[in-house]
């Protein structure tokens, strides 16, 4: 297969949205017409990552954060971006990164961060946009579950998303909750939308002090399970059972590019 059907497959499969006006999804480097004989599927690309593809012969990254995002003026090779970039065009390895639009998609990370949640049905929080089919694209979601006490919920995102901790924010970590909104990533910005809609509880990643503060004051708890657990395991393993059947040798890099060390 070429990039260009692979992407148009995954848009099928996935409903992709339209990335946001600050993000850069899509072709990082490379060519839409290239053939693809091997593909590294990744949450960021790093050097190591890089050399990963290098050694299985594979001449495609797909990532979810993008590899690019603020406007080139120059290529160092001293740098490491720059030193990645002559890696790469050396070895033919083309890289694309889905970002937002995997995440306002309709069967994206949403979908997928609601199943391991245990929510069966949900609604997007934050809409985006909708199109002419009335299709509704847009961040994160909210639905309910059965009534369980904060502390029992939190073990199960804990278990749930692999994680050595979770923080959880709450002034009384025995209270029941039912009502859940959810994002991946950093989701900070979205917790008016949580409150605004009567969830109990945020999951999502990167709360700051202040932003946990607000929420509290607003009657919302939240829970911290990291930006990498609540994207990295949805987004390899989502990518990689849409492809397994159309793309040969196709491999997880499923280490943490940013290591956290718990002490």
């Known amino acids: 297969m070429k990039i260009r059907e ?11 949205s339209e990335q946001e006006d600050w993000d850069n999804s899509g072709l990082q480097i490379g060519d839409y017409e290239m053939s693809v004989n091997g593909m590294i599927l990744a949450l960021d690309l790093s050097e190591e ?13 797909i990532t ?27 070895n033919d390895i083309s890289v694309i990164s889905l970002h937002t639009s995997l995440d306002g998609a309709i069967y994206g990370m949403t979908q997928e961060l609601a199943k391991k949640l245990e929510i069966k049905e949900y609604n997007v929080l934050h809409q985006f946009y909708t199109d002419e089919l009335n299709n509704i694209f847009g961040f994160g979601g909210i639905g309910d579950i059965q ?5 029992e919920y939190a073990n199960i995102v804990k278990k749930n998303f692999n994680c050595d901790i979770v923080k959880v924010y709450s002034n009384d970590l025995s209270n029941n909750i039912s009502k859940v909104a959810f994002c ?34 607003n009657g919302l708890s939240i829970i911290d399970a990291g930006h990498f657990h609540t994207e990295n395991i ?12 159309k793309v040969n040798n196709l491999k997880k890099y499923i280490k943490n590019t940013v290591p956290e060390n718990i002490i």
Do not use: C, W
Not at 71 to 85: A, W
Not at 185 to 213: L, N, P, W
């Open 184 to 217: 991946g990533g950093s989701g900070a910005e979205f917790i008016e939308d949580a409150i605004a809609k009567s969830a109990d509880i945020y999951v999502t990643g990167d709360i700051k002090y202040h932003d946990a503060q607000y929420a509290l004051n």
């Open 234 to 245: 949805i987004f390899l393993d989502k990518i990689y059972d849409i492809l397994s059947f």
């Open 147 to 151: 009534s369980i006490s904060i502390r």
């Open 6 to 16: 692979i992407i148009d497959f995954l848009d099928d499969k996935l409903k992709l």
């Open 49 to 61: 990552v890089l050399d990963y593809a290098i050694e299985e012969k594979a001449n495609l990254i």
């Open 64 to 90: 979810h954060h993008p590899f690019l995002f603020s406007k080139l003026r120059y290529i160092d090779f001293s740098t490491i971006q720059g030193r990645m970039i002559s890696k790469l065009i050396k």
